[in-house]
């Protein structure tokens, strides 16, 4: 752009106020000296900092050095009119959000303009409380515009593995973890609460392995009954139990080269822990009802939501077993304790729903992003996806607000505010907000938790146990 002789153009203008105290910058493109002078200074006293451009060309140079939050520009100008100028213009200042000012403004031009990637339009003559309120919603477009890019380019600048985003320290340890086991055929454990990701890890470990041409068989161990689950691992012969009308061949050898993954493996019953053992000892198993031993070249990472030492000592989980599936053992810590993760999760989630659903869903309110950021997320990431998608579709305007998440009762007690929840909330809730909020705070001693909270330390154990909780003193 060293061609461009009138480099003097972007000094003029009114931007001779402190910029720093400024609600924003403005750029005000218009050919007529009158019109443009008159809205830079209306501008001006309602304290944006405005620099003004004759022309398209001075435009294009004050766009690419003075990066303005907003562009006014007009539509009819001699040398490059306003349309030209925001389709040359937008790669310069990517987050600029551009406005229209026409005095022939038919719904055609507005179109266009729109199309190109302008916000809105203003017609002439201007009127003063029109343009402050496009100007701050423009401005509000454009923050968020570049709050979303520094959060992608935070998500691309850190080590990342597949889709797994975090960059909270516990998570980049994790990813590292498991790229490192990932080349092996170390069997592993994943161990974390619902919703933190537990098979996007798995999927991650197979991924960043050599078998990773090979296929990735996922089988959810609680889902089944005892002499399903047997069949579904490892085959049957025809007749081996009523219904087996054929032989089968089972998940151990669809997985053959590649991983198979065991969900919820604390659910697995003893009967089928001995023959897992087997397999991962020997390397060999038989079919249910044959006796031909096959062999299976086949790396197990396994799942679990529970404490699985805790099974162990209640006599539920075969201790040796337990030993086998965790030679290597990954935890993932719960979205709660990984707080500044959210923002970078949720806008992830917005972009990715408001592209399924084609909805032009720019970011999220100040007040939304901090709701967000207290509420307690026990069902963890999932839970944040839901809440996002289900906020994406339902959200009115460009812009999540507060009202388009889910009211729950857990949501606002950083606030103080739990009070403000009675009458409308259940006792169940209340003890689970009472119980995970002193754990939380006394890092997870159920010990400690049941002396603040007057009850019995079994009685916190057993409802931990049910909700899955995770506390990383328990284990
Ligand atoms: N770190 C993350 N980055 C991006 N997406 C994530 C992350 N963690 C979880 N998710 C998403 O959240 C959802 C739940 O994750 P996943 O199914 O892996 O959880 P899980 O631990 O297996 O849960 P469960 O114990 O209930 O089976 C998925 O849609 C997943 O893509
Ligand atoms: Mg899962």
Same mark, same amino acid.
């Given at each position: %752009?060293?061609?461009?002789?009138?480099?003097? +153009?972007?000094?003029?203008?009114?931007?001779?106020?402190?910029?720093?105290?400024?609600?924003?910058?403005?750029?005000?493109?218009?050919?007529?000296?009158?019109?443009?002078?008159?809205?830079?200074?209306?501008?001006?006293?309602?304290?944006?900092?405005?620099?003004?451009?004759?022309?398209?060309?001075?435009?294009?140079?004050?766009?690419?050095?003075?990066?303005?939050?907003?562009?006014?520009?007009?539509?009819?100008?001699?040398?490059? +009119?306003?349309?030209?100028?925001?389709?040359?213009?937008?790669?310069?200042?990517?987050?600029?959000?551009?406005?229209?000012?026409?005095?022939?403004?038919?719904?055609?031009?507005?179109?266009?303009?729109?199309?190109?990637?302008?916000?809105?339009?203003?017609?002439?003559?201007?009127?003063?409380?029109?343009?402050?309120?496009?100007?701050?919603?423009?401005?509000?477009?454009?923050?968020?515009?570049?709050?979303?890019?520094?959060?992608?380019?935070?998500?691309? +600048?850190?080590?990342?593995?597949?889709?797994?985003?975090?960059?909270?320290?516990? %998570?980049?340890?994790?990813?590292?973890?498991?790229?490192?086991?990932?080349?092996?055929?170390?069997?592993?454990?994943?161990?974390?609460?619902?919703?933190?990701?537990?098979?996007?890890?798995?999927?991650?470990?197979?991924?960043?392995?050599?078998?990773? =041409?090979?296929?990735?068989?996922?089988?959810?161990?609680?889902?089944?009954?005892?002499?399903?689950?047997?069949?579904?691992?490892?085959?049957?012969?025809?007749?081996?139990?009523?219904?087996? %009308?054929?032989?089968?061949?089972?998940?151990?050898?669809?997985?053959?080269?590649?991983?198979?993954?065991?969900?919820?493996?604390?659910?697995?019953?003893?009967?089928?822990?001995?023959?897992?053992?087997?397999?991962?000892?020997?390397?060999?198993?038989?079919?249910?009802?044959?006796?031909?031993?096959?062999?299976?070249?086949?790396?197990?990472?396994?799942?679990?939501?529970r404490h699985l030492k805790q099974r162990v000592d209640e006599g539920r989980f075969r201790e040796d077993l337990y030993y086998r599936l965790k030679v290597v053992q990954l935890d993932v810590p719960p979205l709660r304790v990984r707080r500044s993760d959210i923002p970078l999760l949720a806008h992830a989630f917005l972009?990715?729903?408001?592209?399924?659903? =084609?909805?032009?869903?720019?970011?999220?309110?100040?007040?939304?992003?901090?709701?967000?950021?207290?509420?307690?997320?026990?069902?963890?990431?999932?839970?944040?996806?839901?809440?996002?998608?289900?906020?994406?579709?339902?959200?009115?305007?460009?812009?999540?607000?507060?009202?388009? %998440?889910?009211?729950?009762?857990?949501?606002?007690?950083?606030?103080?505010?739990?009070?403000?929840?009675?009458?409308?909330?259940?006792?169940?809730?209340?003890?689970?907000?009472?119980?995970?909020?002193?754990?939380?705070?006394? +890092?997870?001693?159920?010990?400690?938790?049941?002396?603040?909270?007057g009850i019995s330390q079994r009685k916190i154990q057993y409802r931990v146990k049910e909700w899955g909780y995770q506390a990383p003193t328990l284990d």
């Open positions: %752009m060293t061609s461009v002789t009138t480099a003097t +153009d972007l000094t003029k203008g009114t931007a001779s106020r402190s910029a720093e105290a400024r609600k924003g910058r403005i750029l005000v493109v218009d050919d007529e000296a009158n019109a443009r002078n008159a809205l830079a200074e209306l501008l001006d006293d309602a304290g944006y900092s405005v620099s003004t451009a004759a022309d398209g060309r001075t435009a294009l140079l004050q766009l690419e050095q003075a990066d303005p939050d907003v562009v006014l520009t007009d539509l009819k100008m001699p040398s490059m +009119d306003g349309l030209t100028l925001i389709k040359t213009g937008r790669p310069l200042s990517p987050h600029a959000t551009f406005i229209v000012m026409t005095a022939f403004a038919t719904i055609d031009t507005a179109v266009q303009a729109i199309k190109l990637g302008a916000e809105s339009y203003l017609t002439k003559p201007l009127e003063l409380d029109a343009v402050i309120a496009i100007v701050d919603r423009a401005l509000e477009r454009t923050r968020l515009s570049r709050e979303a890019a520094e959060l992608r380019a935070r998500v691309d +600048d850190r080590f990342q593995l597949g889709n797994i985003i975090g960059e909270h320290p516990s %998570m980049q340890r994790l990813m590292k973890n498991v790229a490192q086991v990932a080349g092996s055929r170390a069997t592993v454990l994943i161990h974390g609460e619902t919703g933190t990701g537990k098979e996007l890890i798995a999927a991650a470990i197979h991924q960043n392995s050599k078998r990773k =041409d090979r296929p990735f068989i996922r089988l959810n161990c609680a889902s089944l009954s005892e002499t399903l689950l047997e069949s579904e691992l490892f085959g049957h012969e025809r007749g081996s139990f009523t219904g087996a %009308m054929s032989r089968r061949e089972g998940r151990f050898k669809q997985a053959d080269g590649g991983t198979l993954f065991l969900d919820e493996v604390s659910e697995i019953p003893p009967s089928v822990q001995i023959k897992l053992l087997r397999f991962l000892q020997e390397r060999e198993f038989e079919r249910v009802g044959g006796n031909e031993t096959l062999k299976v070249d086949v790396r197990v990472v396994a799942a679990t939501n972009r990715k729903y408001a592209e399924e659903n =084609d909805r032009q869903v720019q970011g999220l309110s100040d007040e939304a992003l901090q709701h967000l950021m207290i509420y307690p997320w026990p069902g963890n990431v999932r839970e944040l996806e839901n809440a996002i998608e289900r906020a994406v579709v339902m959200c009115q305007g460009d812009l999540i607000r507060r009202d388009d %998440m889910p009211t729950s009762a857990h949501g606002d007690l950083q606030n103080g505010s739990v009070m403000a929840l009675i009458p409308g909330i259940t006792m169940a809730e209340l003890e689970r907000i009472a119980i995970l909020r002193t754990l939380d705070a006394v +890092d997870g001693s159920t010990a400690r938790a049941a002396e603040i909270l």
